[in-house]
């Protein structure tokens, strides 16, 4: 059975980090390019981050950028997220999702599978 598993998610304080993870089973992470999305309460899903099939060309939405970073760990079958700096704007579902296609991705339409996502809440 082919799933994505996301998990790391959490209450956390303004200013804290959290660790996202995105665990693959039933195929191999290698083929794929990834992307992390987030929808926050009454809001439209919008893409945060992004990471090649080749190269780990990687690329983030301008609300993110210089705090959160994306890579993937091929041996493991697992993408990361590390979120830095959160801020309370940061606090949605979080979800990973896979492409076929090489290059960053940006349109979630063209992605393939999805996790079921992980929530994130950033609150004092």
């Known amino acids: 059975q082919l799933q994505l598993v996301e998990s790391g998610g959490g209450l956390v304080q303004p200013g804290g980090s959290l660790r996202l993870s995105c665990a693959a089973s039933g195929f191999t992470l290698d083929y794929y390019a990834i992307g992390w999305f987030r929808q926050a309460p009454g809001k439209e899903r919008e893409g945060v981050s992004f990471?090649?099939?080749?190269?780990?060309?990687?690329y983030y939405a301008d609300s993110v950028k210089g705090r959160f970073s994306i890579s993937r760990d091929n041996a493991k079958n697992t993408v990361y997220l590390q979120m830095n700096r959160l801020k309370p704007e940061d606090t949605a579902v979080y979800y990973c999702?896979?492409?076929?296609?090489?290059?960053?991705?940006?349109?979630?339409?063209?992605?393939?599978?999805w996790g079921q996502g992980t929530r994130v809440t950033v609150s004092s």
């Open positions: 990471i090649s099939r080749t190269h780990d060309s990687t």
């Open positions: 999702a896979v492409t076929p296609f090489d290059g960053v991705v940006v349109t979630p339409a063209m992605y393939r599978y």
